[in-house]
């Protein structure tokens, strides 16, 4: 029997150029946010925490400044996190750029790292790091701050924890110091619930759901909540307003367990705006990138045409922040800008 060869075919996804779009002007926003919000606050002599700092990838970013403390509750992420300092303090870029690809974290190099991250601590007057939650006491031995950032994670804990959070950001913080958050947003009250961290696959739940899975760990999968500006900037305000009760139930504490606060507002938001923070691809949909450019595009008086470049991406986004409403409505994530505010 003559022998049977396969024919080799290179596939090639029809909506490549979509997803490129898409993430380069991802790219371009959040150098644009960074530059707009935070990039002047971060001065030679400025002290600054990162609230929940994750893998510590905003600390190249912090660099410039005198003195960083990073804060992560999560043993595996504040481990990576040292590994990440120990690379900037040591200007290793080679195993600083692997550290970028996940594929590394699987590779007994890595598990490692984390191994004498956790032995050797990072001893620095630079950077500090606190295997601690974000609103713990003892975090304000290290300041007080000049600027506090805190990313992503307001959408994924309970409001009591974003109370006391708040809390103790107004406690940390130098007078007149600024606090920067980022979080998503949508114009109504969403939970959603992804099996496990990064899984896009989302299922709408209920808020008593979303509550059970906060106290649950992360083994319980990671919580989703988007909140409108409005009642966010309410929670910045005044993180114990009688009134967020009946939007939160049993989530919401009347008073702090560890602060003693002023009545008058704790913040005042000095700027803020809508954005982007990575790539959807919404395939079906001739318009392509996002599902909400048609709505953005109609409620602009443009005409509803497919996304064929970057900058027409970067305007889109550029004209929505020039308007309250649509800034209210569209884009899923915001940067919220506040100034601690003196009784």
């Not at 803020?272 to 595009?297: D, L, R």
Request: charged share 25%; hydrophobic share 40%; proline share 5%.
């Amino acid at each position: 029997m003559k022998k049977v060869t396969a024919t080799v075919y290179n596939t090639v996804d029809p909506y490549q150029w979509v997803t490129d779009i898409a993430h380069q002007a991802w790219k371009t926003r959040d150098q644009e946010v960074w530059a707009n919000n935070i990039q002047d606050l971060i001065t030679p002599d400025a002290v600054i925490l990162d609230a929940g700092c994750g893998l510590g990838r905003l600390l190249p970013r912090f660099w410039s400044a005198k003195k960083i403390v990073l804060v992560e509750p999560d043993r595996k992420r504040f481990l990576h996190a040292s590994v990440v300092a120990k690379c900037l303090l040591n200007e290793d870029q080679e195993l600083f750029e692997k550290l970028k690809d996940d594929g590394f974290w699987q590779t007994e190099e890595y598990d490692g790292l984390l191994q004498e991250a956790n032995t050797s601590p990072v001893k620095s007057d630079k950077v500090h790091l606190l295997n601690d939650v974000m609103q713990s006491p003892v975090i304000e031995q290290y300041g007080k701050f000049d600027l506090i950032v805190c990313s992503h994670i307001f959408e994924h804990i309970s409001l009591d924890i974003i109370q006391e959070s708040i809390a103790a950001f107004y406690e940390f913080l130098k007078p007149k110091g600024t606090l920067v958050i980022f979080a998503c947003k949508s114009p109504m009250l969403y939970h959603f619930h992804a099996p496990k961290e990064f899984d896009r696959q989302y299922i709408l739940i209920s808020q008593k759901e979303f509550t059970e899975i906060c106290r649950s760990g992360h083994s319980a999968g990671l919580g989703v909540r988007y909140m409108p500006f409005d009642l966010f900037q309410t929670i910045v305000n005044n993180p114990f307003n009688p009134t967020l009760e009946k939007t939160f139930g049993n989530e919401f504490k009347s008073k702090s367990e560890y602060y003693q606060l002023p009545t008058t507002p704790l913040f005042v938001i000095k700027q803020w705006e809508a954005y982007h923070s990575e790539f959807y691809i919404h395939k079906t949909m001739e318009v392509g990138t996002y599902i909400e450019y048609p709505q953005i595009q109609a409620r602009l008086n443009l005409p509803i045409k497919p996304i064929e470049s970057v900058a027409e991406i970067l305007e889109l986004e550029h004209q929505v922040n020039q308007n309250e409403t649509l800034k209210k409505m569209h884009l899923i994530d915001m940067v919220v800008v506040a100034n601690k505010n003196e009784p």
